[in-house]
């Protein structure tokens, strides 16, 4: 499988990044590249193989049911969370207009 | 008077607490050191005011007689991967310049808990991706080591380039560092240090900006052994923060240590025999044979037979999660935010991440949203996955015929900056023998061997069973003991 410049332009509007046609004729080649080296996994057979879900066998844990367990992190820290957005206004995150 | 930047962690621990100098005493000598290194560019920010109060509290806590912390006195280097309170963390990025974290991440709260202190914060590949440290958006990071009778700027390998560099030139007695795919033993072997990986859950991932979250482990990159025991000891615990952290009892790694490998046996896995790897590193892993032999350990042959594989899958599932991870970096929430006059939400998202993220995290999170995407996922990713399993069976069928593996951390030494960067995949190539451990979550580690005929060092690997970190140490250190690596760079900085 490869990818063309106008693939790889859907797979950057996927992934919010926006490309000048320039990037677009750069990047399409060097992702072909990986492409085809990562192609060789499928001589393996692997119809008897469950893919891996946790590297080491480990338990969910369920944290205890109680508010701002972590004194640092639990709630109340409003100002602590915008500290470092771009554009906080009246205590929330400040956005570009998303309704007309 | 003690020249202080040759002591490492357990030197500098030990003649603390006995009072042959103060904490102080150390800390100046090292922001001194790094004050004078900028040029190897190893260092984002430095945080000297951090590493003295840290030194203080140690020297305090001595006078009024009270127990010090594993790590009392020890200055450190931290990643700019690790969330440090009031003190910018950017992993190396554009897009988290200026980010200053309202909290610690956990590791590094352990480490000051245990008396640590901080020189500054270490430059490292882009969100550390990358193998060489030529991602940074603060610039390469020159390696101290140059070529016998060359002054070309070497690189430190990465992603914990910062990191390597600051240890191998004695501007740290050790550092902190990340391994998602090598990012630990890569740098290490590059620049003639130690560093472990432990098995995977051992260190609290929380407050470590994420890359791949099922691969991401922390681990120390320190001089000696027994100074990544130390350092390890303090950095690993349970942290109900983490998901994915062991729910398990740190070990005194440090006190069990021992070079005797009487009754063990080393495993060769005999498809780390790969094409294209120089001769030099095929001598030196003969002679760790010959090392671990001498030690007393059994030397047998063994097979991974997936091993080809390992590196392909690592560069589907990895980009796979950094695409998903990465997809935090919006402009909303901290970090930059490019607003092109009267653009909406969406043009937002788009220019804000065009800006903050340089070509090798585009490169990834484009494969990792190609091989996520509707109608590729169970080609690519599933399929990578179900070859990671693979993987992992090989080591757990290995572990019947021995205790430990013995293979190189690299297919070659370091090498120049700039003379990798045409091809990414070439660059890739140089985590083949580290990512293996990586897919299976096993703890694993670089030693320093011998230099090159170039004057470059080269590293040996030891991967041990899940859990068995003293395995790995214990080898290494019989490594270390018959080695006598003892060479270190020619200051020019």
């Known amino acids: 499988m490869s990818v063309d410049k106008q693939t790889v332009a859907k797979i950057a509007s996927l992934a919010r990044i926006k490309m000048s046609d320039e990037e677009l004729e750069r990047m399409a080649p060097e992702l072909n590249n990986i492409l085809e080296w990562v192609e060789q996994l499928s001589e393996v057979d692997t119809s008897q193989v469950a893919p891996m879900t946790a590297v080491i066998p480990n338990i969910l844990r369920l944290r205890d049911d109680v508010v701002d367990a972590d004194p640092l992190t639990g709630g109340g820290k409003r100002d602590d969370v915008l500290a470092n957005a771009p554009a906080a206004e009246h205590g929330f995150f400040g956005v570009p207009k998303v309704i007309e | ?493």
């Open chain 2, 1 to 493: 008077m003690t020249d202080f930047t040759s002591l490492g962690v357990k030197d500098i621990r030990d003649g603390v607490a006995k009072g042959d100098f103060t904490a102080r005493e150390v800390a100046t000598a090292f922001n001194a050191a790094v004050a004078q290194a900028a040029s190897l560019n190893a260092f984002i920010v430095t945080t000297p005011d951090h590493a003295l109060a840290a030194a203080d509290a140690t020297d305090a806590a001595r006078s009024k007689g009270e127990t010090l912390g594993k790590m009392a006195g020890v200055p450190i280097g931290m990643k700019d991967l690790f969330a440090t309170r009031g003190v910018q963390t950017t992993a190396a990025s554009h897009i988290l310049e200026g980010f200053i974290p309202e909290y610690e991440s956990t590791v590094s709260s352990n480490l000051w808990a245990a008396g640590a202190g901080m020189l500054g914060k270490l430059n490292l590949d882009q969100f550390a991706m990358g193998s060489s440290n030529e991602t940074s958006y603060f610039g390469n990071v020159s390696s101290p080591w140059q070529k016998e009778g060359s002054n070309a700027p070497m690189s430190p390998g990465g992603s914990s380039g910062g990191s390597s560099t600051a240890v191998a030139a004695r501007i740290a007695p050790a550092a902190t560092g990340t391994d998602t795919g090598g990012s630990i033993r890569q740098p290490a072997a590059f620049t003639g240090i130690c560093g472990i990986k432990p098995t995977y859950g051992r260190c609290s991932r929380w407050g470590v900006v994420a890359f791949a979250s099922s691969l991401d482990q922390a681990g120390p990159m320190a001089r000696s052994v027994e100074d990544c025991a130390i350092m390890l000891e303090a950095m690993a615990g349970f942290d109900p923060k983490d998901a994915t952290s062991l729910q398990m009892d740190v070990p005194n790694w440090e006190a069990a240590l021992s070079g005797d490998l009487s009754g063990k046996k080393v495993g060769i896995p005999k498809e780390y025999q790969m094409e294209g790897t120089d001769q030099a590193i095929l001598d030196s892993w003969e002679q760790g044979k010959a090392w671990l032999k001498d030690a007393g350990a059994e030397i047998v042959d063994i097979s991974l037979p997936h091993t080809k594989y390992a590196l392909p899958a690592y560069y589907i599932i990895a980009p796979a999660e950094a695409s998903s991870n990465l997809a935090r970096y919006d402009g909303v929430r901290y970090g930059l935010r490019d607003l092109p006059d009267g653009a909406g939400l969406q043009d937002m998202y788009a220019e804000t991440r065009a800006a903050g993220f340089g070509d090798e995290v585009k490169r990834r999170i484009l494969i990792g949203t190609y091989v996520l995407s509707a109608g590729f996922y169970d080609a690519y990713y599933n399929q990578a996955q179900k070859i990671r399993t693979l993987v992992s069976q090989d080591f757990e069928k290995a572990w019947a015929q021995c205790d430990v593996i013995l293979a190189p951390t690299t297919p070659t030494a370091s090498f120049p900056l700039g003379s990798l960067d045409a091809d990414p995949l070439t660059m890739y190539l140089n985590d083949v023998f580290a990512v293996p451990a990586s897919l299976a979550g096993l703890p694993a580690m670089s030693v320093p061997a011998s230099l090159t005929k170039d004057g470059l060092p080269l590293g040996l690997q030891l991967v041990g069973k899940p859990f068995d970190e003293q395995g790995v140490l214990n080898a290494g250190l019989a490594i270390q003991q018959r080695a006598g690596f003892a060479a270190k760079p020619e200051k020019w900085w």
